[in-house]
């Protein structure tokens, strides 16, 4: 469901769009989805901008192009992600971090579906140079969880022949929280945490 962006312009305390910074920017068109549709080409400029209810030049004030405004949103969604997860306390010991990742990746990400969504979906309409720097801080991330991978064989208490592959896996399948976890339902956030911990745990012991 599409959340018309006049109304979250109003939530937000904003009655005109030109005084929205670039970030203020992005997160409104996010949260409305409308981001997502004009990035894959679903709607046009003119069109959101009725819906915002401003003149199409507008949108792009403080951007120059969608690709620059997507660009921004999805580095800013990487720079949050690395940020979050350095300020984690370490833990005792690999067993220990790679609780501590699992949990904290399946809570970060439910609490930014949207923007999860987008950095997956979306990543194919950037520019090769925007797209090396994503795919660089996306690096920068995985290699984190490597590391913890790589201490825990090297003292004997994880199983995995290649920690890269282990690493894309793990982060894939908590990821995917993302797609079917809707709140309220069966299962609260610390249940899907015992339980992606769990299935983590055992694929990877020794």
């Known amino acids: 469901k599409v959340v018309r962006a006049t109304t979250l312009f109003k939530s937000h305390g904003i009655s005109q769009l030109p005084v929205l910074d670039q970030g203020k920017l992005a997160g409104i068109l996010t949260e409305s989805d409308l981001l997502h549709h004009l990035v894959s080409g679903r709607v046009t400029k003119d069109t959101?901008?009725?819906?915002?209810?401003?003149?199409?030049?507008?949108?792009?004030?403080?951007?120059?192009?969608?690709?620059?405004?997507?660009?921004?949103?999805?580095?800013?969604?990487?720079?949050?992600?690395?940020?979050?997860?350095?300020?984690?306390?370490?833990?005792?010991?690999?067993?220990a971090r790679l609780e501590?990742?699992?949990?904290?990746?399946?809570?970060?990400?439910?609490?930014?579906?949207?923007?999860?969504?987008?950095?997956?979906?979306?990543?194919?309409?950037?520019?090769?140079?925007?797209?090396?720097?994503?795919?660089?801080?996306?690096?920068?991330?995985?290699?984190?969880?490597?590391?913890?991978?790589?201490?825990g064989v090297v003292e004997g208490l994880f199983a995995a022949p290649d920690s890269k592959v282990a690493s894309l896996a793990i982060i894939a399948m908590l990821t995917g929280v993302t797609t079917w976890y809707r709140e309220g339902g069966r299962l609260d956030r610390d249940a899907v945490g015992d339980i992606?911990?769990?299935m983590v745990r055992k694929a990877v012991a020794a």
Do not use: C
Request: glycine share 6%; charged share 25%; no cysteine.
């Open 48 to 95: 959101i901008a009725a819906e915002v209810g401003v003149q199409a030049g507008a949108l792009y004030l403080y951007t120059p192009d969608k690709e620059t405004l997507l660009f921004e949103l999805l580095k800013a969604h990487m720079d949050e992600l690395l940020a979050a997860w350095d300020a984690v306390p370490a833990g005792d010991g690999p067993l």
């Open 100 to 151: 501590a990742f699992v949990r904290f990746h399946i809570r970060f990400n439910l609490d930014r579906a949207e923007a999860v969504f987008l950095s997956y979906m979306e990543l194919r309409n950037l520019g090769p140079e925007n797209f090396a720097v994503i795919e660089g801080l996306r690096r920068d991330y995985e290699t984190r969880l490597e590391t913890i991978l790589r201490d």
């Open 196 to 198: 992606y911990w769990d």
